[in-house]
Protein backbone atom coordinates (compact mmCIF):
# COMPACT_ATOMS: atom_id res chain seq x y z
CA UNK A 1 0.00 0.00 0.00
CA UNK A 2 1.54 3.44 -0.67
CA UNK A 3 0.39 5.36 2.84
CA UNK A 4 0.89 4.27 6.38
CA UNK A 5 -0.69 5.60 9.11
CA UNK A 6 1.03 5.48 12.86
CA UNK A 7 -1.56 4.81 15.53
CA UNK A 8 -0.18 5.31 18.71
CA UNK A 9 -2.39 4.32 20.84
CA UNK A 10 -6.55 3.29 21.68
CA UNK A 11 -8.86 1.92 24.17
CA UNK A 12 -11.28 0.61 22.23
CA UNK A 13 -11.47 -3.54 21.01
CA UNK A 14 -10.97 -2.95 17.11
CA UNK A 15 -9.89 -0.55 14.53
CA UNK A 16 -12.31 -1.92 12.19
CA UNK A 17 -13.66 1.74 11.21
CA UNK A 18 -10.21 2.93 10.41
CA UNK A 19 -9.25 -0.26 8.34
CA UNK A 20 -12.56 0.59 6.42
CA UNK A 21 -11.93 4.50 5.69
CA UNK A 22 -8.19 4.39 5.24
CA UNK A 23 -8.26 1.04 3.29
CA UNK A 24 -10.19 3.28 0.87
CA UNK A 25 -8.10 5.12 -0.03
CA UNK A 26 -4.66 2.58 -0.15
CA UNK A 27 -3.44 3.08 3.18
CA UNK A 28 -2.40 0.29 5.85
CA UNK A 29 -2.13 1.19 9.83
CA UNK A 30 0.93 0.69 12.05
CA UNK A 31 -0.28 0.32 15.76
CA UNK A 32 2.26 1.03 18.41
CA UNK A 33 3.17 -1.65 21.31
CA UNK A 34 2.83 1.90 23.57
CA UNK A 35 3.19 5.38 23.49
CA UNK A 36 6.91 6.01 24.64
CA UNK A 37 8.55 8.83 22.95
CA UNK A 38 11.23 6.42 21.42
CA UNK A 39 9.04 3.84 20.07
CA UNK A 40 6.26 6.05 18.57
CA UNK A 41 9.83 8.75 16.84
CA UNK A 42 11.13 4.47 15.47
CA UNK A 43 7.94 3.68 14.12
CA UNK A 44 6.37 7.55 12.42
CA UNK A 45 9.77 6.82 10.51
CA UNK A 46 8.22 5.75 7.53
CA UNK A 47 4.78 6.93 7.93
CA UNK A 48 2.83 9.30 6.27
CA UNK A 49 0.25 10.65 8.97
CA UNK A 50 -0.73 9.96 13.00
CA UNK A 51 -3.62 9.43 15.07
CA UNK A 52 -3.23 9.65 18.47
CA UNK A 53 -5.97 9.11 21.02
CA UNK A 54 -3.78 9.83 24.49
CA UNK A 55 -0.06 9.18 23.54
CA UNK A 56 2.16 12.52 23.53
CA UNK A 57 3.29 13.83 19.75
CA UNK A 58 6.05 15.55 20.68
CA UNK A 59 8.28 17.35 18.91
CA UNK A 60 11.04 14.61 18.42
CA UNK A 61 7.72 12.10 17.25
CA UNK A 62 6.76 14.91 14.56
CA UNK A 63 10.41 15.12 13.33
CA UNK A 64 11.11 11.55 12.88
CA UNK A 65 7.77 11.98 10.89
CA UNK A 66 9.61 13.35 7.88
CA UNK A 67 6.67 12.58 5.40
CA UNK A 68 3.98 13.48 7.62
CA UNK A 69 0.99 15.00 6.12
CA UNK A 70 -1.44 15.00 8.90
CA UNK A 71 -1.88 14.61 13.34
CA UNK A 72 -5.19 13.54 13.69
CA UNK A 73 -6.75 13.84 17.24
CA UNK A 74 -8.93 11.29 18.62
CA UNK A 75 -11.24 13.74 20.02
CA UNK A 76 -11.51 17.42 21.24
CA UNK A 77 -8.11 18.48 23.27
CA UNK A 78 -5.19 18.91 22.15
CA UNK A 79 -2.57 19.17 24.90
CA UNK A 80 -1.12 15.82 24.25
CA UNK A 81 -0.05 16.58 20.78
CA UNK A 82 2.94 19.42 19.85
CA UNK A 83 1.09 21.41 17.62
CA UNK A 84 2.95 24.42 17.24
CA UNK A 85 5.88 22.65 15.97
CA UNK A 86 3.64 20.46 13.80
CA UNK A 87 2.53 24.02 12.16
CA UNK A 88 6.23 25.03 12.07
CA UNK A 89 6.03 22.16 9.74
CA UNK A 90 3.81 22.58 7.62
CA UNK A 91 1.29 19.52 9.39
CA UNK A 92 -2.20 20.36 9.91
CA UNK A 93 -3.50 18.92 13.23
CA UNK A 94 -7.23 17.85 13.36
CA UNK A 95 -9.30 16.82 16.37
CA UNK A 96 -13.46 15.90 16.28
CA UNK A 97 -14.96 19.03 18.01
CA UNK A 98 -18.30 17.25 17.75
CA UNK A 99 -17.01 14.01 19.33
CA UNK A 100 -19.28 12.80 22.59
CA UNK A 101 -21.01 16.53 23.57
CA UNK A 102 -23.99 14.68 24.85
CA UNK A 103 -22.13 11.83 26.42
CA UNK A 104 -20.08 13.82 28.71
CA UNK A 105 -22.60 16.17 28.92
CA UNK A 106 -25.07 13.69 30.33
CA UNK A 107 -22.26 12.06 32.32
CA UNK A 108 -22.12 15.35 33.96
CA UNK A 109 -25.60 15.66 35.00
CA UNK A 110 -25.07 12.15 36.40
CA UNK A 111 -22.02 12.70 38.65
CA UNK A 112 -23.94 16.13 39.53
CA UNK A 113 -27.30 14.60 40.25
CA UNK A 114 -25.63 11.40 42.26
CA UNK A 115 -23.60 14.71 44.11
CA UNK A 116 -27.09 16.07 44.75
CA UNK A 117 -28.99 13.30 46.23
CA UNK A 118 -25.72 11.15 48.05
CA UNK A 119 -26.51 8.60 45.63
CA UNK A 120 -23.33 7.00 45.86
CA UNK A 121 -22.96 6.99 49.53
CA UNK A 122 -26.84 5.91 49.99
CA UNK A 123 -25.89 3.22 48.51
CA UNK A 124 -22.84 2.10 49.63
CA UNK A 125 -24.80 2.27 53.40
CA UNK A 126 -27.54 -0.19 52.24
CA UNK A 127 -25.10 -2.68 50.83
CA UNK A 128 -23.39 -2.51 53.63
CA UNK A 129 -26.77 -3.71 55.64
CA UNK A 130 -27.70 -0.58 57.09
CA UNK A 131 -31.43 0.86 55.81
CA UNK A 132 -31.36 4.38 57.80
CA UNK A 133 -32.53 7.35 55.64
CA UNK A 134 -31.23 9.98 58.77
CA UNK A 135 -27.34 9.20 57.88
CA UNK A 136 -26.63 11.50 55.02
CA UNK A 137 -28.98 14.08 55.89
CA UNK A 138 -29.79 17.36 54.99
CA UNK A 139 -30.58 17.27 51.13
CA UNK A 140 -31.32 20.70 49.35
CA UNK A 141 -33.90 20.60 46.53
CA UNK A 142 -32.40 21.37 43.27
CA UNK A 143 -34.62 24.25 42.76
CA UNK A 144 -32.60 27.81 42.72
CA UNK A 145 -29.46 26.25 43.45
CA UNK A 146 -26.30 27.59 41.82
CA UNK A 147 -24.59 26.02 38.95
CA UNK A 148 -21.33 27.61 38.00
CA UNK A 149 -20.09 26.44 34.47
CA UNK A 150 -16.20 26.98 33.29
CA UNK A 151 -15.76 26.64 29.76
CA UNK A 152 -19.04 27.23 27.37
CA UNK A 153 -17.79 25.45 24.16
CA UNK A 154 -20.21 22.64 23.29
CA UNK A 155 -20.38 20.35 26.20
CA UNK A 156 -20.59 23.09 28.48
CA UNK A 157 -23.76 24.87 26.55
CA UNK A 158 -25.54 21.36 26.75
CA UNK A 159 -24.68 21.09 30.47
CA UNK A 160 -26.22 24.24 30.76
CA UNK A 161 -29.54 23.29 29.02
CA UNK A 162 -29.99 19.94 30.48
CA UNK A 163 -29.20 21.62 34.07
CA UNK A 164 -32.02 24.32 33.72
CA UNK A 165 -34.93 22.38 33.48
CA UNK A 166 -33.80 21.33 36.93
CA UNK A 167 -34.91 25.33 37.47
CA UNK A 168 -30.48 26.04 38.18
CA UNK A 169 -29.69 29.44 38.20
CA UNK A 170 -26.54 28.85 35.63
CA UNK A 171 -23.58 31.41 36.00
CA UNK A 172 -20.92 30.82 33.32
CA UNK A 173 -17.29 31.91 32.96
CA UNK A 174 -15.12 31.87 29.52
CA UNK A 175 -13.19 34.46 28.69
CA UNK A 176 -13.54 34.00 24.98
CA UNK A 177 -16.92 33.54 24.59
CA UNK A 178 -19.12 37.59 24.48
CA UNK A 179 -21.48 37.78 27.76
CA UNK A 180 -24.28 38.56 24.94
CA UNK A 181 -23.91 34.52 23.62
CA UNK A 182 -23.96 33.10 27.47
CA UNK A 183 -27.26 35.87 28.23
CA UNK A 184 -28.19 34.47 24.78
CA UNK A 185 -28.40 31.07 26.54
CA UNK A 186 -30.45 31.88 29.48
CA UNK A 187 -27.20 31.73 31.50
CA UNK A 188 -25.54 34.96 34.18
CA UNK A 189 -21.64 35.88 32.22
CA UNK A 190 -19.75 35.98 35.53
CA UNK A 191 -16.00 36.56 36.41
CA UNK A 192 -14.45 33.19 37.76
CA UNK A 193 -14.27 34.58 41.39
CA UNK A 194 -17.99 34.76 41.42
CA UNK A 195 -18.68 31.82 39.90
CA UNK A 196 -16.25 29.84 42.64
CA UNK A 197 -17.86 32.02 45.24
CA UNK A 198 -21.80 31.78 44.35
CA UNK A 199 -22.11 28.35 43.06
CA UNK A 200 -23.67 25.40 44.59
CA UNK A 201 -21.86 22.98 42.10
CA UNK A 202 -19.08 24.43 40.04
CA UNK A 203 -18.62 22.04 36.62
CA UNK A 204 -15.58 22.23 34.43
CA UNK A 205 -15.74 22.30 30.70
CA UNK A 206 -12.43 24.02 29.89
CA UNK A 207 -9.31 22.67 27.89
CA UNK A 208 -6.00 22.31 29.66
CA UNK A 209 -3.75 24.80 28.86
CA UNK A 210 -1.00 26.42 30.85
CA UNK A 211 -3.51 28.99 31.78
CA UNK A 212 -6.31 26.27 33.01
CA UNK A 213 -3.88 24.35 34.54
CA UNK A 214 -4.82 24.04 38.62
CA UNK A 215 -7.31 25.97 38.01
CA UNK A 216 -9.37 24.49 41.34
CA UNK A 217 -6.66 25.35 43.47
CA UNK A 218 -6.05 25.92 46.94
CA UNK A 219 -7.15 29.86 46.68
CA UNK A 220 -10.36 29.12 44.47
CA UNK A 221 -11.28 26.31 46.87
CA UNK A 222 -11.24 28.71 49.91
CA UNK A 223 -13.72 30.90 47.76
CA UNK A 224 -16.56 27.90 47.57
CA UNK A 225 -19.44 27.16 50.21
CA UNK A 226 -18.97 24.58 52.65
CA UNK A 227 -21.60 23.15 50.68
CA UNK A 228 -20.64 22.96 47.24
CA UNK A 229 -19.29 20.47 44.97
CA UNK A 230 -16.61 20.38 42.23
CA UNK A 231 -17.75 18.22 38.83
CA UNK A 232 -15.21 17.67 36.43
CA UNK A 233 -15.81 15.53 33.22
CA UNK A 234 -13.06 17.77 31.31
CA UNK A 235 -9.23 17.37 32.18
CA UNK A 236 -7.84 15.63 35.12
CA UNK A 237 -4.45 18.74 35.06
CA UNK A 238 -7.58 21.38 35.90
CA UNK A 239 -7.91 20.33 39.60
CA UNK A 240 -4.93 20.51 42.04
CA UNK A 241 -5.95 16.99 43.87
CA UNK A 242 -3.63 17.48 46.45
CA UNK A 243 -5.60 21.27 47.61
CA UNK A 244 -8.89 19.41 46.64
CA UNK A 245 -8.03 16.78 49.45
CA UNK A 246 -7.21 19.12 52.06
CA UNK A 247 -10.08 21.09 51.12
CA UNK A 248 -12.81 18.17 51.19
CA UNK A 249 -10.99 16.80 55.06
CA UNK A 250 -10.86 20.56 56.66
CA UNK A 251 -14.85 20.76 55.40
CA UNK A 252 -14.98 23.41 53.44
CA UNK A 253 -16.36 21.63 50.76
CA UNK A 254 -18.90 18.96 50.56
CA UNK A 255 -17.71 16.72 47.80
CA UNK A 256 -16.64 16.30 44.14
CA UNK A 257 -17.10 13.95 41.10
CA UNK A 258 -13.75 13.23 39.13
CA UNK A 259 -13.95 11.31 35.61
CA UNK A 260 -10.66 12.39 35.21
CA UNK A 261 -7.24 12.53 37.14
CA UNK A 262 -3.92 14.29 36.51
CA UNK A 263 -2.19 11.02 36.88
CA UNK A 264 -4.81 8.01 34.87
CA UNK A 265 -4.86 5.84 37.09
CA UNK A 266 -4.28 7.64 40.22
CA UNK A 267 -1.50 6.35 42.73
CA UNK A 268 -3.39 3.44 44.49
CA UNK A 269 -2.44 5.23 47.55
CA UNK A 270 -3.67 8.49 46.67
CA UNK A 271 -6.10 9.89 49.89
CA UNK A 272 -8.41 11.05 47.83
CA UNK A 273 -9.57 7.69 46.54
CA UNK A 274 -10.67 6.89 50.16
CA UNK A 275 -13.13 9.56 50.77
CA UNK A 276 -16.57 8.31 50.57
CA UNK A 277 -17.56 12.07 49.56
CA UNK A 278 -15.72 11.71 46.28
CA UNK A 279 -17.49 9.76 43.27
CA UNK A 280 -14.73 8.52 40.95
CA UNK A 281 -15.37 6.86 37.40
CA UNK A 282 -12.73 6.02 35.04
CA UNK A 283 -12.27 8.35 32.44
CA UNK A 284 -15.51 7.28 30.78
CA UNK A 285 -17.43 10.23 30.30
CA UNK A 286 -16.75 9.82 26.30
CA UNK A 287 -18.14 6.49 26.44
CA UNK A 288 -21.02 5.42 24.05
CA UNK A 289 -21.01 2.48 21.38
CA UNK A 290 -22.34 5.06 19.21
CA UNK A 291 -19.84 8.13 19.87
CA UNK A 292 -16.77 5.42 19.88
CA UNK A 293 -17.99 4.64 16.01
CA UNK A 294 -18.37 8.74 15.37
CA UNK A 295 -14.73 8.93 16.59
CA UNK A 296 -12.93 6.75 14.89
CA UNK A 297 -14.66 7.21 11.45
CA UNK A 298 -14.28 10.91 12.12
CA UNK A 299 -10.73 10.59 12.85
CA UNK A 300 -9.71 8.23 10.00
CA UNK A 301 -11.64 10.17 7.36
CA UNK A 302 -9.56 13.44 8.37
CA UNK A 303 -6.73 11.72 7.24
CA UNK A 304 -7.77 9.77 4.40
CA UNK A 305 -8.75 13.58 3.02
CA UNK A 306 -5.28 14.60 3.10
CA UNK A 307 -3.78 11.62 1.94
CA UNK A 308 -6.30 11.71 -1.00
CA UNK A 309 -5.02 15.31 -1.79
CA UNK A 310 -7.98 17.14 0.13
CA UNK A 311 -8.37 19.89 2.89
CA UNK A 312 -9.94 18.45 5.98
CA UNK A 313 -12.13 20.16 8.03
CA UNK A 314 -11.61 20.76 11.59
CA UNK A 315 -8.14 22.33 11.32
CA UNK A 316 -7.09 23.60 14.39
CA UNK A 317 -3.97 25.22 12.97
CA UNK A 318 -4.53 26.84 9.63
CA UNK A 319 -1.20 28.50 9.90
CA UNK A 320 0.80 25.05 8.74
CA UNK A 321 -1.46 25.21 5.44
CA UNK A 322 0.36 28.28 4.64
CA UNK A 323 3.87 26.65 5.73
CA UNK A 324 3.40 23.08 3.90
Same mark, same amino acid.
Request: hydrophobic letters at 45%; glycine letters at 6%; charged letters at 20%.
Given at each position: ???????? @??????????????????????????????? +?????????????????????????????????????????????? &?????????????????????????????? &???????????? =??????????????? %???? *????????????????????????????????????????????? *??????????????????????????? @???????????????? %???????? &? *?? @????? =? %??? =?????????? /?? /???? /?? *?? +??????? /????????????????????????? +??????????????????
Amino acid at each position: MPYRVLIT @DYIWPTLDPEREVLGAVGAEIVEAPDGDEET +LSRLAADCDAIITCFAKVTPKVIAACSRCRIISRYGIGLDNIAVDF &ATSRGIPVTNVPSYCVDEVSDHTLALLLAC &ARKITRWSSLVH =GGTWDSRVHMPLRRL %RLQT *LGIVGFGKIGRLVAAKAKPFGFRVLVHDRYVPAETIAGAGCVPAD *LTTVFAESDYVCLHAPLTPETENLVNA @DTLRLMKPGAYVVNTS %RGGLVDVD &A *LY @DALVA =G %RLA =GAALDVMPEE /PP /PADH /PI *LK +LDSVILT /PHVAFYSEESLVELQTTAASAVATV +LSGGTPPNIVNAKSLTRA
